[in-house]
């Protein structure tokens, strides 16, 4: 069940990616950022609401709180990041970096957790990952000149903060139902997301929003939720350095989502790259 959760988590991931990146054309990344945690949060509530988990709250440890919330600021600081990348670079570049967060974690797991089992598969699968990355960031081809290289260094930032994340909620889900959670640490992300817009004084754009811009938005908050459900269930049950593998692979439906509807293109080089990811997933997956 555990590893059918990554998978739907990687779908509804996928999804976001394009979903968000329609909804920044115009749109402050901040204010798009903040405007999903609100989505988000809504989604997650009517789930915790509809299996009931709310009156467990006052049954969490100080423990879990503190992991919980500590996640939820590496979750929030990681979208920031990774949704301003996405509004200066292309999809098919911005992504592959950001999901160099899969080898962070992995090496993470394996220190922190002890999933020592199946080591040299899941460090030839990690090695797989992080040459595949490599090959899409510098040979993908774009469709406009960025702004400068400054995607870049977003792109890595939110790499960094997301393995943090998977780490830091993998401790605090334990022992606490996994939407319940989810819900926790959306209400953190929110938290922060607001207070950045309100400190860059983007909150004047909120009047101004294009309509067309604003579906994209919700719907890919929509798609957020789903996500996080599935991944945090994947978390609190399964094995932190496989589900985050198979998550990660959320890149085969952002490659191709825009490739098909942002005309981003792809080289062979890059192509070949994606291929090795998916080698890397497989391999740490079916080895686990």
Not at 90 to 111: E, G, H, M, R, Y
């Amino acid at each position: 069940m555990w590893i059918t959760a990554a998978v739907f988590s990687a779908v509804f991931a996928g999804l976001t990616a394009i979903l968000a990146k329609c909804g920044i054309r115009k749109t402050s990344s901040s204010v798009a950022t903040a405007l999903r945690t609100v989505i988000v949060l809504i989604f997650s509530a009517i789930v915790v609401s509809i299996v009931g988990s709310w009156n467990t709250l006052g049954q969490i440890s100080p423990t879990s709180w503190l992991f919980l919330i500590l996640s939820g600021f590496a979750t929030g600081a990681s979208w920031i990041c990774y949704f301003k990348a996405l509004s200066i670079g292309d999809v098919n570049k911005v992504a592959p970096i950001d999901k160099l967060s899969t080898v962070i974690s992995v090496l993470l797991a394996i220190v922190i957790f002890g999933e020592t089992d199946n080591l040299i598969f899941k460090i030839v699968g990690v090695l797989l990952f992080g040459i595949g990355t490599y090959l899409m960031v510098e040979k993908a081809a774009t469709t406009k000149e960025p702004q400068g290289k400054s995607w870049i260094v977003y792109a890595l930032l939110a790499a960094i903060f997301a393995a943090l994340t998977s780490v830091l909620a993998k401790i605090g889900i334990s022992g606490v139902e996994s939407n319940l959670a989810t819900a926790i640490r959306t209400v953190v992300v929110l938290a922060m997301a607001w207070a950045i817009v309100f400190m860059k004084g983007k909150h004047k754009e909120l009047g101004e929003l294009d309509k067309k811009e604003l579906v994209f938005i919700v719907l890919s908050g929509i798609a957020t939720g789903a996500s996080w459900l599935f991944y945090y269930y994947a978390v609190q049950n399964g094995i932190l350095s496989v589900v985050i593998p198979i998550d990660k692979m959320s890149i085969l439906l952002t490659v191709l989502f825009s490739r098909v509807f942002l005309k981003e293109e792809l080289s062979r080089k890059a192509a070949f790259g994606l291929a090795l990811m998916l080698a890397g997933t497989l391999v740490i997956t079916f080895w686990k």
